[in-house]
């Protein structure tokens, strides 16, 4: 007959199924964390009752999770009032040396064999772990097991708490929203600037071609014209990738000053006189100016196209009619 052997008792300290550093950092919800840290935590100094306090939004403790020892009676003092007194210890602390930077166990002043363990992370303080009636002593290897747990707790819940601020700020379909009206604004740039100069350039160089020996005068008047052309394309070309590579601000400028840019960018050609009427301080919604910018922009670029053949003085006009804004023309 084969002799039964006994399991292994946990060590010393330990209960079963304790959850360990990795199991507390794989926690996906606070709750879960909690539980499974308040769990380890007590595990290490086998307290009669172990306390979670979380913060609220004012700073104040309150009870978030317990966790008494089965075969221990209850401790006598409340958990208010034991609230209320490491309300106190914190205060003291942070005017004392500032806020702790570690989440190191110390005893609860006036209550042998209890220790109070804040769980900081950075400068953020998520909650105070209490032990209350610990049955083993806060030796040298039981305070590294507690600050390897806590530590660990710590920043698992500073880990949720900023994919809960996240989750809160900026939504999936937002963000991919965000990307789709990205690349229609740069599509749009690139479009009503640099692709219609290109174009425009290539019917040049074509006129070009058949002038060189018909009519040399008048070819290198053609070459002038697309030297010209080319500069402003290259210029376009530069202000978009500088667009590009400027961090957004969130709020850009108004329509009236975006119109003023592209005033400014025709206003380089010579015998071109142009006049820009406009209502300083003008706001339309985001998607109806970035359209009327759009609008405006590849007409000045017709406009510009028509400057440049043209032999006879050239008149133009772009009105941008908003009711209530902008008054109509005569």
């Not at 570690?102 to 804040?118: H, K, M």
């Not at 058949?210 to 210029?235: C, F, I, K, S, W």
Request: glycine share 6%; net charge neutral; proline share 8%.
């Amino acid at each position: 007959m084969i002799p039964t052997v006994p399991p292994p008792a946990p060590p010393a300290g330990r209960f079963g199924d304790v959850p360990t550093a990795d199991r507390i950092a794989a926690a996906r919800e606070v709750a879960d964390a909690t539980r499974r840290g308040v769990a380890a935590l007590s595990a290490v100094l086998r307290p009669a009752c172990c306390l979670f306090f979380d913060r609220d939004e004012y700073g104040q403790l309150g009870l978030a999770y317990r966790l008494d020892a089965p075969d221990r009676g209850q401790p006598t003092i409340a958990p208010l009032a034991i609230a209320e007194q490491i309300q106190g210890w914190w205060l003291a602390t942070v005017q004392a040396s500032g806020p702790p930077r570690a989440a190191r166990p110390v005893e609860l002043p006036g209550e042998p064999r209890s220790f109070v363990i804040p769980l900081v992370a950075g400068e953020t303080l998520h909650g105070i772990v209490v032990l209350q009636g610990c049955l083993r002593p806060l030796d040298p290897e039981a305070e590294r097991e507690l600050i390897a747990l806590a530590t660990t707790l710590s920043l698992t819940l500073h880990t949720l708490a900023l994919r809960g601020q996240l989750a809160k700020a900026v939504l999936p379909e937002q963000v991919e929203e965000a990307i789709t009206q990205e690349r229609r604004r740069i599509a749009r740039e690139i479009h009503d600037g640099v692709a219609q100069n290109l174009a425009y350039l290539n019917l040049k160089t074509e006129l070009l071609d058949r002038l060189v020996e018909r009519n040399p005068a008048a070819a290198r008047e053609q070459a002038g014209v697309v030297r010209q052309l080319l500069q402003t394309a290259m210029t376009d070309l530069r202000r978009c990738i500088g667009d590009l590579r400027r961090p957004a601000s969130g709020h850009g400028p108004a329509i009236t000053a975006q119109l003023r840019t592209l005033a400014s960018s025709l206003q380089e050609m010579p015998k071109l006189e142009l006049a820009l009427q406009q209502v300083s301080g003008a706001r339309l919604a985001p998607e109806v100016e970035s359209t009327v910018i759009g609008i405006v922009r590849e007409a000045l670029q017709n406009i510009r196209f028509q400057k440049l053949g043209a032999r006879d003085r050239t008149q133009a006009a772009v009105y941008v009619i908003a009711r209530g804004l902008l008054p109509k023309p005569d």
